[in-house]
């Protein structure tokens, strides 16, 4: 979560920009929260396993999961992978936009701009 913060730090110009465009990233986190109930109601049930295996929830939904019950270590192993492996992923497309921030000093970095960088064309 850190590195997508530092991300759209060096994408906007004004702390307003990036107070707005916060937003983006605290929502998706928070995702697990909002389905409490469903996920410590039922840790076994499909919800609780598909926010499991993504990047930016998995961390909260396993460990309301864990408390809720008794979760495989298989699964809690993958989740931990999948955490892993997207934290580097978000981290490494976070210093492109890092880089392309620097580079573009008091202008706007535009999402046709960061998609060529990040696909190498910048």
Do not use: K
Not at 36 to 46: E, I, K, S
Not at 95 to 115: D, E, I, K, N
């Amino acid at each position: 979560m850190d590195s997508l913060m530092a991300a759209i730090g060096a994408a906007v110009t004004s702390y307003r920009e990036g107070s707005q465009m916060s937003g983006l990233v605290i929502m998706p986190a928070i995702v697990p929260l909002i389905f409490f109930t469903f996920v410590a109601g039922n840790p076994h049930g499909g919800l609780a396993r598909a926010l499991s295996f993504i990047p930016i929830t998995s961390p909260l939904t396993m460990t309301i999961r864990l408390g809720a019950a008794d979760i495989a270590l298989t699964e809690v192993l993958a989740s931990l992978l999948v955490t892993v492996r997207g934290g580097l992923a978000i981290l490494w497309a976070a210093a492109r936009v890092f880089r392309a921030g620097l580079l573009m000093y008091w202008q706007r970095v535009t999402l046709p701009y960061v998609v060529n960088d990040l696909r190498g064309a910048g």
